[in-house]
């Protein structure tokens, strides 16, 4: 064989070759990782530590609740903040006075969808214990407040195994919005034993985890009545 003739032989082999790779990587191509990539649904809920700068809230001793209102607060946004779903905004992030009003307009603001009220209780009687959770008592009887609340109330009375005192309805400030709005007592710190625990950093993370296992239920729930309108609606 001519020498040109095994130059013309080895262009050959070589496109057919390259011909071949071209052909497996167009019928095979990489998958492509944005395919993998599923959004999720992001929700903004406003966490409101209740009272703060010249409004102390409750008093024991040398325990003022605003005190311990941001510090739960503080422990429910980091929680909070590690659900993909979930996106904390603070009312406030000191020990500053915001008025009410300016809580719901912040957390509007922002574009929250669920308002979550955090307080500490306090009684005449040393032994007075226990969380509840408040609604405002103008909500409707199919308001998802009444839904947020049970979920809420129940997931902190499991996690810290606090006596249930329950669902409780007054009028508050809370019927400024429309958004599903509670506002959590998670104890008393009138109550000696509970005051103890109240100021225990392990347990405020405690109650944290209740606050946020409520919050994620109501989401739950919200997803689930959602879909099966939809079904309703396509059927
Ligand atoms: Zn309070």
Request: proline share 6%.
């Amino acid at each position: 064989m001519t020498k040109r003739g095994i130059i013309t032989i080895a262009a050959i082999l070589l496109i057919a070759a390259v011909a071949v790779v071209l052909v497996l990587t167009l019928r095979h191509p990489a998958p492509t990782p944005v395919e993998a990539v599923q959004t999720i649904p992001t929700y903004i809920v406003a966490l409101d530590p209740g009272h703060g700068g010249r409004d102390p809230g409750a008093v024991s001793g040398d325990v003022l609740e605003k005190n311990l209102n941001l510090a739960i607060a503080q422990k429910t946004q980091a929680l909070m903040a590690t659900d993909p779903r979930l996106q904390p905004v603070m009312t406030r992030t000191a020990d500053t006075y915001v008025a009410l009003e300016d809580r719901i307009a912040k957390a509007e603001a922002a574009g929250a969808q669920i308002y979550v009220c955090i307080h500490v209780n306090s009684f005449d009687q040393p032994d007075a214990a226990g969380v509840e959770t408040w609604v405002d008592n103008t909500r409707a009887d199919d308001d998802p407040s009444w839904v947020l609340a049970s979920m809420v109330q129940s997931a902190l009375s499991n996690a810290t195994a606090a006596r249930n005192r329950g669902i409780r309805t007054q009028e508050s400030f809370l019927q400024r919005t429309t958004m599903p709005a509670v506002s959590v007592e998670v104890g008393y710190l009138t109550n000696p034993d509970e005051l103890t625990k109240l100021l225990d950093p392990a347990y405020q993370a405690t109650i944290a985890t209740g606050i946020v296992q409520g919050v994620e239920d109501f989401i739950d729930w919200m997803e689930e009545s959602q879909s099966s309108d939809q079904e309703t609606s396509e059927s």
